[in-house]
């Protein structure tokens, strides 16, 4: 069974970086099938898809977002992590990372972590 | 914003039938998939592919699509399925991720 968790400071304050990261266990990070996402939720809101990782370090970002985010994978650790700069009150949200399958799946999220929230604030 | 338009809720009474529709251009590619959120929790995911179910998800949960429209029907609607539920679709291959808006079931 695939366990993702999210691991990271619940407070942040404005105009600094936002930094988490998302410990795998039960399946390896290195496996070609996968693409590691992050998607947010804000309070009360939809999914928001952020970016995904895949296991050779090639990302893809959500456009509205890219200018401010990295991700990025540690092999070694079977982590992979989601640095946001700039925070601003609109990054208040819970922060998931999940797997998303790929090939003729793609876009299917399979498995989630638990969520982590974050605030933005002074 | 989102590509996928969802209706943002749906009320049905216990044990009759509801269909939850998706609709919007990224449903071409790749199927879309569905997914169950309930309050304070992540989301599950319940249906994938053209009409795939993951284990432990009930065969009351069926799904379809037509076009640039994905359904998910619940038959027999239960108390525990009253929750949020959100479509996603992959555009094309490492394009935009896009999550509908997503629709709260009430179960009356």
């Known amino acids: 069974q695939v366990r993702l968790q999210e691991s990271g400071p619940g407070l942040v304050r404005p105009s600094q970086t936002l930094h988490l990261t998302c410990s795998v266990s039960?399946?390896?990070?290195?496996?070609?099938?996968?693409?590691w996402t992050w998607i947010r939720q804000n309070p009360g809101k939809g999914l928001e898809w952020i970016g995904f990782?895949?296991?050779?370090?090639?990302?893809f970002y959500n456009p509205s977002l890219r200018s401010r985010t990295t991700i990025s994978i540690d092999t070694s650790k079977n982590q992979f992590s989601l640095t946001l700069t700039s925070a601003t009150a609109g990054d208040t949200a819970a922060y998931f990372c999940?797997?998303?399958?790929?090939?003729?799946?793609?876009?299917?999220?399979?498995?989630w972590g638990q969520g982590t929230l974050v605030s933005v604030s002074s | 914003s989102s590509d996928l338009t969802q209706d943002p809720a749906v009320s049905v009474a216990l044990g009759q039938t509801v269909r939850i529709t998706c609709q919007g251009d990224?449903?071409?590619?790749?199927?879309a998939s569905w997914y169950q959120q309930k309050p304070g929790q992540a989301p599950v995911l319940v249906m994938f592919?053209?009409?795939n179910r993951p284990s432990g998800i009930p065969d009351r949960f069926s799904g379809s699509s037509s076009g640039k429209t994905a359904a998910l029907t619940i038959t027999g609607a239960q108390a525990e399925d009253e929750a949020d539920y959100y479509c996603?679709?992959?555009?094309?291959?490492?394009?935009?991720?896009?999550f509908g808006g997503g629709t709260k079931l009430t179960v009356l």
């Open positions: 990224s449903l071409g590619a790749y199927d």
């Open positions: 996603n679709s992959r555009a094309l291959r490492n394009t935009h991720l896009f």
């Open positions: 039960g399946g390896s990070i290195t496996s070609g099938d996968y693409y």
């Open positions: 990782v895949y296991h050779n370090g090639n990302t």
């Open positions: 592919g053209q009409n």
């Open positions: 999940a797997r998303e399958l790929g090939g003729a799946l793609a876009g299917t999220i399979d498995y």
